[in-house]
C-alpha cells in the first residue's frame, strides 16, 4: 500500500507564494508519472501539472508560468512551487501516482486558500 502525504497548504494573500509538498511511502522510481490535482468547492477535480519519471513537465494553461513542479527522488517528495497565486486558485490540492507496480494513489489532500 502506497501513502501519499501532502504539506504545505495554507492561507496566503493574492500575489503570494507557497510551496507544496507530496512524500511518498516508496521509492518514487516506482511511479511512471507523478500529478499534482485540485479541486475547488463545487467543482471537478482538474489536473493543474504533471511530472515523469523522465522530469518531462506539463501544466494546466491556467497555472503555467505561475507553477512549476517538481521532483527529489533522493526524498521520494514531489513538490509544486506556487508563485503569484490569484483567488481562484483556491481549492484541495490533492497528489497523486501512476505506476505499473502499485497501480495509481491518492493522497488525503491539503488545503490552499487565497484570500486578503
Known amino acids: 500500500q502506497v501513502q501519499l502525504v501532502e504539506s504545505g497548504g495554507g492561507l496566503v494573500q493574492p500575489g503570494g507564494s507557497l510551496r507544496l509538498s507530496c512524500a511518498a511511502s516508496?521509492?518514487?522510481?516506482?511511479?511512471?508519472?507523478m500529478d499534482w490535482h485540485r479541486q475547488a468547492p463545487g467543482k471537478q477535480r482538474e489536473l493543474v501539472a504533471t511530472i515523469s519519471s523522465g522530469f518531462t513537465t506539463t501544466y494546466a494553461d491556467s497555472v503555467k508560468g505561475r507553477f512549476t513542479i517538481s521532483r527529489d527522488n533522493a526524498r521520494n517528495t514531489i513538490y509544486l512551487q506556487m508563485n503569484s497565486l490569484k483567488p481562484e486558485d483556491t481549492a484541495v490540492y490533492y497528489c497523486?501516482?501512476?505506476?505499473?507496480?502499485?497501480?495509481?494513489?491518492w493522497g488525503q489532500g491539503t488545503q490552499v486558500t487565497v484570500s486578503s
Open positions: 497523486n501516482a501512476n505506476g505499473i507496480i502499485y497501480g495509481q494513489s
Open positions: 516508496v521509492n518514487i522510481f516506482s511511479f511512471y508519472r
